[in-house]
């Protein structure tokens, strides 16, 4: 049921528990406290299909246990199944380790973006689920009115975009203490790319608990999991200059300057020239493919932010209908600040799968002391 306030009326609940389908936010609170206010003794919040794995520590005011949608199913078919259904609700203590860890949100951003000329979004994923944090007010059933330090778990991608926020003040403090020079925005974000994580703690391709696959494409969880002690140390940095960006919108906007001018400093600029998204200087490399004979090529340029001396090879996953050939398969730095630029071939080695469907790989430079990987998208 909904467990709201109207949907409790004229039923006996009292002493028993309660089984509810989650809410957004602060419903499921509400929820509790009706079923409280009512009689209940405890409650059972069930997820929806979209929801999956994704449950939530929340402060509620009686007993509650939030199950997955599998969990869920299981559940009603018992109650369906039972003429006297019963249950019971016991705290166990936190349990650390939990597997698979990490793991991929219902609720996570997903891509592709409709206007955005085959970028890969997301760029990655942080934490975000049940994340204690800072908390005006004292919460959970037994306020003492006396706490000046409250505290509360929170999920969401608001969560996660703190943690992100929080890897970027460590990079440029990183930065300053070394007195190195500071790094231009796309640079620290190329950081965060090409050192995230796929993997989870056992190894395995990250979970996504929405769509109950073994593993997070490319499209829902981007480049990774940030990782703050690699990202602070990348070893290789993309760089995107402001006019290239200038130059990338006038190519999503058909070159219309005026649409461009909302977007820009001043509101000045024109477009004397465009570019696709597979031409930005972009961490993370997405080509359109739209017929079996393409043939795409397309550069990067790397500066090395690592060592002064530092050899990189290429590590190639490519993907399952496209070859791809490097212009450079090693790298050799000699210098910080050094640029190389180096391009890659995609050719189609089988028939074209048809409009929409994507496929996905990996380009990582590797060295003795750096990994510097970017993520392949080709969209069909």
């Not at 403090?173 to 020079?181: E, M």
């Not at 079996?292 to 090395?304: D, E, G």
């Not at 932010?305 to 790298?331: C, F, H, Q, T």
Request: net charge neutral; aromatic share 10%.
């Amino acid at each position: 049921m909904t467990c709201q306030n109207n949907s409790l009326n004229e039923i006996n609940i009292r002493g028993k528990i309660v089984m509810c389908y989650v809410g957004r936010g602060t419903e499921n609170i509400k929820k509790g406290d009706a079923i409280k206010n009512a009689g209940g003794a405890g409650m059972i919040i069930m997820n929806f299909l979209p929801n999956g794995f994704t449950t939530y520590s929340t402060p509620h005011n009686l007993p509650v246990s939030h199950v997955s949608h599998i969990d869920a199913l299981q559940i009603e078919d018992y109650f369906a199944t039972n003429s006297e259904p019963t249950a019971k609700i016991t705290f166990g203590g936190t349990i650390f380790g939990v597997r698979p860890s990490p793991a991929l949100a219902a609720f996570s951003s997903r891509g592709p973006a409709k206007y955005n000329g085959n970028i890969v979004k997301p760029d990655v994923t942080a934490p975000g689920v049940n994340i204690l944090s800072a908390w005006p007010v004292e919460v959970g059933p037994f306020p003492s009115g006396l706490k000046t330090k409250t505290f509360n778990f929170m999920s969401g991608t608001s969560m996660a975009a703190s943690h992100v926020s929080g890897i970027v003040a460590l990079i440029m403090s990183k930065l300053k203490n070394d007195n190195k020079r500071k790094w231009s925005t796309s640079e620290i974000q190329s950081a965060l790319i090409t050192t995230a994580n796929t993997f989870d703690l056992d190894g395995k391709p990250m979970f996504d608990e929405a769509t109950y696959r073994n593993s997070a494409n490319i499209l829902q969880r981007g480049a990774g999991q940030v990782n703050a002690t690699n990202a602070m140390d990348p070893g290789l940095v993309y760089n995107i200059e402001s006019d290239d960006y200038v130059a990338y919108l006038c190519g999503i906007f058909s070159n219309n300057s005026t649409v461009v001018q909302y977007f820009t400093q001043n509101y000045t600029q024109d477009c004397t020239r465009s570019i696709s998204g597979d031409q930005l200087n972009y961490p993370s490399i997405g080509v359109p493919i739209g017929s079996s004979s393409s043939k795409i090529t397309v550069s990067r340029t790397l500066t090395n932010v690592g060592d002064a001396r530092e050899i990189y090879n290429a590590k190639i996953i490519e993907p399952p209908s496209v070859k791809m050939d490097l212009s450079e398969y090693s790298l050799s730095f000699t210098r910080l600040e050094q640029q190389i630029t180096y391009s890659i071939t995609f050719t189609m080695t089988e028939a074209h799968p048809g409009s929409g469907v994507y496929e996905q790989g990996e380009l990582s430079w590797v060295s003795d002391k750096h990994t510097v990987t970017s993520p392949i998208y080709i969209a069909f």
